[in-house]
Every structure is written in structure tokens, then in C-alpha cells.
């Protein structure tokens, strides 16, 4: 019985969104279903996806908090 887990930051791709779609989940299940039972012939029935979604506020980058990082890297941008 494999066990997969997708860790994504909650914030979306634009400012309007906050976190993946239903649809956007149950696409990254399949996809990760399917590579499992490609790859290492893992039946689908026997496959569990778990996707974790992140808070900004929990994770960081370079030794900052992402928020941090952000706003040095706006008024210093590389």
C-alpha cells in the first residue's frame, strides 16, 4: 500500500485564489495514482494520495519566513 503526500502552499497562483481547486486536487490524485502504477506497477485500489496545504505563515525559504523574503527580494530584486 503506497502513500504518497503533495505539500502545497495554500496561497494560489493569483491574488484571488487561496488555495487549489477541488478539481486541481482530484487531477494531482490521478497523476500521482497513474505514476505509481506506471512506474512501479502499484494498483490504483491500493494508492493513497494525501495533499497537505501550507499557510504562508508555515514555511520559509533561504532561513526567512516566505513573507520576509518577499518583501527584501522587492526592494532588492535580483
Known sequence: MPMVTIQITREG???DRTAAT???KAALIKGASQLLLDVLNKPL???FVVIEEVEMENWGWGGLPVAEL???R???PK
Do not use: H, V
Request: no cysteine.
Open 70 to 72: 518577499r518583501k527584501q
Open 45 to 47: 485500489d491500493a494508492t
Open 74 to 76: 522587492q526592494t532588492n
Open 22 to 24: 477541488a478539481e486541481e
Open 13 to 15: 497562483s493569483t491574488p
